[in-house]
Nanobody, 124 residues
Framework: QVQLVESGGGLVQAGGSLRLSCAAS????????MGWFRQAPGKEREFVAA????????SYASSVRGRFTISRDNNKNTMDLQMNSLKPEDTAVYYC?????????????????WGQGTLVTVSS
């Protein structure tokens, strides 16, 4: 069983950058497509970005496209989210998730694995 642990959250000013990481335990990390989701206070959890098993295919929510970059290193069992030009509306708890089917990461419900989340706060 793969377990996911996020890190890298914190407080940053608008316009700044943060890099989130998701570390996976287990030896089958490369069997999972991976994704980032976020949940702002009082709002539903939403898709942010996803990356395919080998890393060759990525997708982004329109609200973050051009500012965020998702990547993964299957040798290190890690996935990152580089977040640039952060805005106050990016404030949320960010979760990493995994599923064996890449297209499933377009939705929140039914994904196989979730991390515990890391808080990102962007001040104006």
């Amino acid at each position: 069983q793969v377990q996911l642990v996020e890190s890298g959250g914190g407080l940053v000013q608008a316009g700044g950058s943060l890099r989130l990481s998701c570390a996976a335990s287990g030896r089958i990390f490369s069997s999972y497509a991976m994704g980032w989701f976020r949940q702002a206070p009082g709002k539903e959890r939403e898709f942010v970005a996803a990356i395919s098993l080998g890393g060759g295919i990525t997708s982004y929510a329109s609200s973050v496209r051009g500012r965020f970059t998702i990547s993964r290193d299957n040798n290190k069992n890690t996935m990152d989210l580089q977040m640039n030009s952060l805005k106050p509306e990016d404030t949320a708890v960010y979760y990493c998730a995994a599923d064996k089917i890449y297209s499933n990461l377009a939705r929140v419900l039914g994904l196989e694995l979730w991390g515990q989340g890391t808080l990102v706060t962007v001040s104006s």
